[in-house]
């Protein structure tokens, strides 16, 4: 509804949505998501990576009955 009324893209709202509630939108921090996952940082094994992508796989596809 909101994306509808704004004529702004649905990736354009979610990431203002996600920053909205993630923190303050002025100041130093307020483009910075934040370094508290930074620790996993390149810690999965090539398997585990093909397994999450071929997890995801299915949420590649478009469904255009939703844009229509």
């Given amino acids: 509804m909101r994306r509808k009324e ?12 996600l920053r909205w ?3 303050p ?3 130093p921090e307020a483009n910075t998501v ?3 996952l930074d620790h996993l940082i ?3 094994s ?5 397994e999450f992508e071929r ?3 299915h949420l590649e ?3 255009k009955a939703m844009w229509e």
Avoid: Q, Y
């Fill in 6 to 17: 704004g004529g702004t893209s649905l990736n354009r709202v979610t990431v203002k949505l």
């Fill in 61 to 63: 596809t478009i469904d």
């Fill in 34 to 36: 934040g370094s508290s």
């Fill in 42 to 44: 390149g810690t999965w």
């Fill in 46 to 50: 090539d398997a585990a990576a093909a």
């Fill in 55 to 57: 997890a995801l796989r």
């Fill in 21 to 23: 509630r993630a923190g």
């Fill in 25 to 27: 939108e002025d100041g």
